[in-house]
């Protein structure tokens, strides 16, 4: 493969955003993280401009240093098995930052988004044009992503749904209505917060589409988009700014909490 591919490559360019966020937060030069690392600064540099995919050697380094257990080396590994990978190149980037994110800000206008899905509702929504195998292997991975929420100290959640996302016909009216039921239980919780726009609401920001906002306690913050066949992680200051403005805006559009919750228990019970 060119040099020139793998700078286009989404899954190394989210391995390389993901170090620069790491080492921007610490408050390293590259020249002072390759000297940590025993390699050098232009090494370092070809991997955060996805120039280099890291090397396996690499990635156990980084999760050694920055103290993240498996992060950077699941990513390599997803690195290493690109060719049959399951996910959207630059998911594997995304999974770790979540992991770290101590507030979350989620617009999400098509389905009820991952973090909130039952297993069965997940299925579904994997379904289409994969083997059963391939299905049981993300909604795993969906499943194990949510372990955030049970956390001793799990990130604060502010979620906003498009109201048209909960009358998409997902499975069966059991399952819409055990999915409505679990994500009323989910808001319950103090660190989660969950927000409907009305689906009689004409033009609002969020028409564009569906993002996550992450901010964290020791890094910059971060947004990720999820496309049709790949992910972007955006770690740009004006570019984070922009899309947290968008999200004020997206929400200025939502029912309080309070009514959002009576109009989701209002369509389970429907069902």
């Known amino acids: 493969m060119a040099h020139g591919d793998l700078a286009r490559d989404p899954l190394i360019?989210?391995?390389?955003?993901?170090?620069?966020?790491?080492?921007?937060?610490?408050?390293?030069?590259?020249?002072k993280l390759a000297e940590a690392l025993g390699c050098s600064p232009q090494w370092i540099e070809k991997i955060e401009t996805g120039a280099r995919p890291p090397s396996e050697a690499t990635s156990i380094d980084l999760d050694t240093y920055f103290k993240t257990p498996g992060a950077f080396h699941a990513m390599w590994r997803e690195l290493k098995r690109a060719g049959k990978t399951v996910d959207f190149p630059g998911f594997p980037g995304f999974v770790a930052l979540e992991a770290k994110a101590s507030t979350m800000h989620i617009f999400e206008n098509m389905v009820i988004t991952g973090l909130f899905q039952t297993p069965e509702y997940a299925y579904e929504i994997l379904k289409p044009g994969r083997r059963p195998d391939v299905i049981e292997d993300l909604v795993a991975t969906?499943?194990?992503r949510q372990r955030i929420l049970e956390r001793e100290s799990p990130p604060e959640i502010v979620l906003i749904l498009d109201e048209t996302a909960l009358h998409r016909p997902i499975g069966d009216q059991?399952?819409?209505?055990?999915?409505?039921y679990h994500l009323a239980e989910l808001a319950d919780a103090p660190n989660i917060t969950v927000q409907i726009i009305p689906s009689s609401t004409g033009s609002y920001a969020g028409l564009p589409g569906a993002f996550t906002l992450m901010e964290f306690d020791s890094m910059p913050?971060?947004?990720?988009i999820e496309k049709h066949t790949d992910g972007e992680i955006i770690g740009q200051t004006e570019r984070v700014r922009s899309y947290a403005l968008q999200f004020s805006l997206i929400r200025g559009a939502a029912m309080s909490a309070p009514e959002s919750m009576k109009l989701l228990r209002m369509i389970g019970d429907t069902l």
Not at 174 to 180: A, G, M, T, V, Y
Not at 221 to 224: D, L
């Open 13 to 31: 360019r989210a391995f390389g955003a993901v170090v620069r966020a790491y080492r921007e937060a610490a408050g390293l030069s590259r020249a």
């Open 142 to 144: 969906r499943l194990e």
């Open 174 to 180: 059991q399952l819409r209505k055990n999915q409505f």
């Open 221 to 224: 913050s971060a947004v990720y």
